[in-house]
């Protein structure tokens, strides 16, 4: 009876995140220099507790190579960004609409989509390289959500493997 007091409290997967509604356009995959630096706030959130514990105890192995597991376990885990001619996925989220985006902005290995209203933003961490890739083709399928027809044939990217940024 005990085992099965666990699968009461189950949360079913969100049924935003089942498929995308339009044709595929991209997949891009992330580095795992993009990753290491998408998750800069977690790893300093982990690493500050990890510090006031050496301050006051000293240095200890265990801690810290649990600290270095985990950060390297989240830095391994592969990350994809999936464009559709309607919507866009970054990572393990939902599908957002184009239609949620007012523009983008490029700068440093990063492409920021402007939410519409009070919208939350998305940053992609992408290389240099792909930012230069990527950002047209986002502003064209934003540019063609407002007019309302979507276009005839998407622009499709093959998967992209990861490239160096320079």
């Known amino acids: 009876m005990f085992l099965s007091i666990p699968a009461w409290h189950s949360v079913p997967w969100p049924t935003t995140a089942v498929g995308p509604e339009g044709a595929v356009a991209a997949r891009i995959r992330v580095g795992w220099r993009e990753r290491l630096r998408l998750h800069t706030g977690p790893l300093a959130g ?3 507790p990890l510090l006031v514990d050496v301050l006051l105890r000293g240095p200890q192995p ?3 190579a649990l600290f270095l597991l985990g950060a390297l376990l989240l830095v391994a885990v592969p990350l994809h960004y999936t464009v559709t001619d309607r ?3 970054p990572g393990r989220t939902g599908f ?3 239609t949620e985006f007012a ?3 490029a700068g440093h290995g990063q492409l920021r ?3 519409v209203g009070g919208g939350r933003l998305v940053t992609l961490w992408l290389s240099r390289t792909q930012v230069a890739d990527l950002e047209p083709i986002l502003r064209r399928q934003i540019w063609v959500s407002y007019r309302g027809a979507g ?3 998407p622009t499709v990217l093959h998967d992209q493997t990861h490239r160096r940024s320079a």
């Open 103 to 105: 523009g983008v902005s």
């Open 87 to 89: 919507d866009l996925r």
């Open 96 to 98: 957002r609409r184009w």
């Open 113 to 115: 989509l402007q939410p």
């Open 46 to 48: 982990g690493a500050a």
């Open 151 to 153: 276009p005839r044939r």
């Open 62 to 64: 265990v801690p810290f």
